[in-house]
């Protein structure tokens, strides 16, 4: 049977397989339309037939536009905030001649006849730079103590080139401000913000002449406010920000997004001398204070106690027989000072001033020097266990000896 049908297998596998490549090369006899060929990306598209029926149009997406930003909204650019700023803002180069120490073998004549009467210059010229900020047509300049401190020549460089000579009006170390004036017309003027409306977050500009090269302007923001207990004034209440502040700084403005003095940049935190993004300035408030005592009385007036306080711990609480660690501790009593007059001693602890807790003694100080000096202040104090009332008359704060004696 198998024998009988072998010689029709090979001609009905070959018909089946014949059928298949026709179908595939002719869809059209079973009905079906033929498929459009395979692209290949190196032969150009041929324009395909039109369809005949066009399918529904798709809806076009709701995009939301964002309303153009202009420079007054400041993320864009700041430059409105500078140009009214900056030409208000100065270049101090302070100078300063100094006794230079005497090589031990100038002392020994037998060198000094090879030099005769023309002995080496034993004096020799420091300067320094900083920056400062023109607060007044009168030519009143903000800048920092430390910035002109024993200078014997100050200069001052304007942004637009003019160049003078700046008296010293006033200097206040404590809180490290100083007052010169300039002798020029027409003199650019910043606009003062008032630095109780500075708030944490806001955009912060500082301009000044950073290691000398020129005017600069970083930016940053405001990063802390009331900053205190740093060591570096007497009377701190600093405006903290990262914007970069760097050696020659010093004196220079910080400004708002609207260009107005928030502050003068004074000093910053930095392991390596330049800008690691904590810098301190002094606030206007403060600073506008001090500049209206050096220019009308030619020093700052602060109240005073005569006293030295000590902070108070919670050992020194529990000697003193206190349930918990307040007031300070009087280390120490100015003889016939304010203090001493009152009959406060060494040993007692102040626990009240004014009827006002102390809870800091800085801020309490603080709160002293802004009392009018001869006004009566009424003291809460512990000695011996025993609570007292003492009032005292005021008096007023010496001003602090200049490291450097101005000539």
């Not at 050096?294 to 007036?301: D, E, P």
């Not at 006004?375 to 003492?390: A, C, M, N, Q, W």
């Amino acid at each position: 049977m198998r024998r009988a049908l072998a010689p029709y297998v090979w001609p009905v596998i070959t018909g089946i397989l014949l059928a298949i490549v026709l179908l595939n090369a002719f869809p059209q006899l079973l009905g079906r339309s033929p498929m459009p060929p395979a692209l290949s990306p190196t032969v150009s598209e041929a324009p395909s037939p039109a369809p005949t029926s066009e399918p529904a149009p798709r809806p076009t997406p709701e995009v939301r536009q964002a309303a153009p930003l202009s420079r007054d909204q400041g993320p864009i650019s700041y430059s409105d905030a500078v140009e009214r700023a900056a030409p208000a803002v100065v270049n101090i180069y302070s100078s300063r001649v100094v006794e230079r120490e005497e090589h031990p073998l100038m002392s020994d004549p037998f060198f000094r006849q090879f030099f005769g009467d023309e002995l080496p210059s034993q004096q020799r010229l420091l300067s320094s730079l900083g920056s400062g900020v023109i607060v007044s047509e009168d030519g009143y300049v903000l800048t920092n103590h430390h910035v002109i401190d024993g200078a014997d020549e100050i200069q001052v460089a304007l942004r637009d080139g003019r160049e003078t000579l700046a008296e010293v009006i006033g200097t206040d170390p404590e809180s490290d401000l100083a007052v010169l004036r300039i002798d020029i017309e027409e003199l650019p003027v910043i606009s003062l913000s008032d630095s109780e409306d500075v708030a944490v977050g806001d955009v912060a500009l500082a301009i000044g002449n950073p290691f000398g090269v020129g005017q600069t302007v970083t930016m940053g923001i405001i990063s802390a406010t009331g900053r205190s207990h740093l060591g570096l004034n007497a009377y701190e209440d600093f405006v903290q920000t990262d914007a970069a502040i760097n050696p020659g700084n010093s004196g220079g403005a910080l400004v708002n997004a609207e260009g107005a003095l928030v502050g003068i940049n004074t000093a910053i935190f930095s392991r390596s001398g330049g800008s690691q993004g904590v810098g301190f300035a002094i606030p206007t408030r403060l600073a506008s204070s001090i500049l209206d005592d050096l220019v009308t009385q030619g020093r700052v007036i602060r109240g005073w106690l005569g006293i030295e306080a000590q902070e108070m711990t919670p050992e020194l609480a529990a000697s003193f027989g206190l349930n918990a660690p307040r007031g300070v501790v009087i280390a120490g009593v100015v003889p016939e000072g304010p203090a001493a007059r009152a009959g406060l001693r060494p040993g007692d602890v102040l626990l009240a001033v004014d009827g006002r807790p102390i809870l800091d003694a800085r801020e309490t100080m603080s709160d002293i020097a802004a009392v009018e000096p001869g006004s009566e202040l009424p003291l809460t104090v512990v000695r011996g266990g025993k609570t007292l009332d003492v009032t005292l008359e005021v008096g007023e704060r010496p001003t602090p000896q200049l490291r450097h004696p101005q000539s």
